[in-house]
């Protein structure tokens, strides 16, 4: 069955580096990989989409690649704040069944 | 403010019962999904609606129904409830000319415990 896998570990960082997440995933080949941000007891909220005629995808601090012969996505948060803390999810799309990896919880630290 | 709103925000209740979750879509959204979320399963789809008709199953239990109703709200019906449905529950819903499962406007969340 399709799968997607994010690091289940935390991802802690200095505030002002870059923080870099990965999304890897089999059994499928996505048209396109969103990346969404979820704050603890909240529901996720939509950050990018990167198709798979896309190579990299960029917004404001945010810059997501797609890599279609690794199975693989790289989220980039540059100039990274305490604020950008959260847990960030992958989600396939254009496939039948919405599916969403378990997340990669990012801590910024001041 | 995503738009999508959802009652109740909690839910406490006890084994064997059976709830009724409520979502409204953004305005103008045809597409509703619902997902359960805990902490050891992440973010799984129950099931989605599009103008009414069921669109995607995912792993919803037969314990569980949904329905979305002419005004596009659409509920999810939880009966026989076990201690293993405490999650929180969230939903969704996505513009209704951008295809498969585009960007999904997630609601607040219903919190149900089940005690």
């Known amino acids: 069955s399709q799968k997607i896998e994010q690091n289940s570990e935390a991802l802690n960082i200095q505030e002002g580096k870059t923080a870099t997440l990965t999304c890897n995933y089999t059994?499928?080949?996505?048209?396109?990989l969103q990346w969404y941000r979820q704050d603890p007891g909240r529901g996720p909220v939509f950050l990018l989409l990167?198709?798979?005629?896309?190579k990299e995808k960029r917004k404001e601090r945010l810059k997501v690649t797609f890599d279609t012969t690794l199975k693989q996505s790289l989220f980039h948060i540059t100039a990274s704040q305490p604020a950008d803390s959260a847990t960030y999810l992958c989600?396939?799309?254009?496939?039948?069944?919405?599916?969403f990896g378990r997340g990669t919880s990012l801590i910024v630290h001041p | 403010d995503s738009g999508v709103t959802q009652t109740p925000k909690h839910l406490i209740t006890a084994t064997g019962q059976r709830v009724t979750l409520r979502c409204s879509p953004r305005?103008?959204?045809?597409?509703v999904y619902w997902y359960q979320q805990s902490l050891d399963q992440g973010l799984q789809f129950l099931i989605q609606?599009?103008?009414?008709?069921?669109?995607a199953k995912g792993n919803i239990l037969e314990r569980f129904s949904a329905q979305q109703f002419p005004d596009l709200h659409s509920e999810l019906n939880l009966s026989s409830l076990e201690l293993g449905d405490s999650a929180l529950y969230f939903c969704?819903?996505?513009?209704?000319?951008?295809?498969?499962?585009?960007?999904?406007?997630f609601g607040p969340g219903t919190r149900l415990t089940v005690l």
């Open positions: 969704a819903s996505s513009a209704p000319d951008r295809g498969n499962h585009n960007e999904q406007f």
């Open positions: 059994n499928y080949s996505p048209a396109y």
């Open positions: 990167i198709r798979e005629n896309e």
């Open positions: 989600a396939f799309g254009g496939s039948y069944i919405p599916t």
């Open positions: 305005s103008g959204d045809l597409s």
């Open positions: 609606y599009y103008n009414g008709e069921e669109r």
